[in-house]
């Protein structure tokens, strides 16, 4: 089993709809959880962080599951330009900053 | 630097021939990242440097791949005697001194694209 494992997609969903993805993990050890967008021919840019609570950054909210190991990324009233790769990324444990990278679902958001 | 920058952006080689990539990251970012990215796949983990502490190999994929980090900034990837599979994207990247409150991010350089022909 794949450390961090995401549907490749790609979800193609029409402006102003809602989109969520999962990410889940295999290590229940793993501390640090992050979202990075990847365009095209790119590299990786943060999103955002996800915390035990969950957090928000507008249209974006990050969920973490502990117990059934997995993270999810809601997107609302997407737009053209949510157009991307969205990566999962799990630090394995504490203490180490190698960030294991999930290989990406693909979102195409189409007008 | 504002961001980490990375050089070249893009080299093209001929099998066997060794290569150097090169990054400069973020000013006062302690730790430092070797990735690289094949053609569709997931980033893959080659090295980590934290500070003056002994990097993190455990990635490197063979022997023919070595990294150094001079005076705990500018970081070099030499490949010697490339091969074809090594043909990928390499991204460096580097985050700032994380403790028990922070959750810091890495910032990504925008790659070296490396094709061996």
């Known amino acids: 089993r794949k450390e961090v494992e995401q549907d490749p997609g790609p979800f193609n969903v029409p402006e102003g709809a809602t989109v969520a993805f999962n990410c889940t993990y295999s290590n229940s050890a793993s501390q640090s959880f992050f979202w990075y967008r990847q365009d095209c021919r790119k590299e990786p840019k943060l999103l955002m962080s996800v915390y035990s609570s969950g957090n928000e950054d507008g249209r974006f909210t990050a969920q973490l599951n502990r117990a059934s190991q997995y993270i999810s990324l809601l997107i609302r009233d997407s737009k053209l330009s949510d157009s991307a790769t969205y990566l999962c990324v799990v630090t394995p444990t504490s203490g180490t900053y190698k960030y294991i990278f999930g290989t990406g679902t693909r979102l195409k958001v189409l007008a | 630097g504002a961001g980490v920058s990375q050089s070249p952006s893009n080299k093209v080689t001929e099998k066997g021939k060794d290569v150097e990539l090169r990054c400069d990251p973020i000013s006062g970012h302690t730790a430092l990242y070797w990735y690289r990215q094949s053609l569709g796949q997931g980033l893959e983990f080659l090295i980590y440097?934290?500070?003056?502490?002994?990097?993190?190999k455990s990635g490197l994929p063979s022997d023919r791949f070595s990294a150094e980090r001079t005076g705990g900034s500018v970081s070099t990837l030499t490949i010697q005697r490339t091969q074809q599979e090594d043909s990928a994207v390499y991204l460096c990247?580097?985050?700032?001194?994380?403790?028990?409150?922070?959750?810091?991010?890495?910032?990504f350089g925008s790659g070296t694209r490396l094709t061996v022909v």
């Open positions: 440097f934290q500070g003056n502490s002994a990097p993190d």
């Open positions: 990247a580097s985050s700032a001194p994380r403790n028990r409150d922070t959750n810091y991010g890495y910032t």
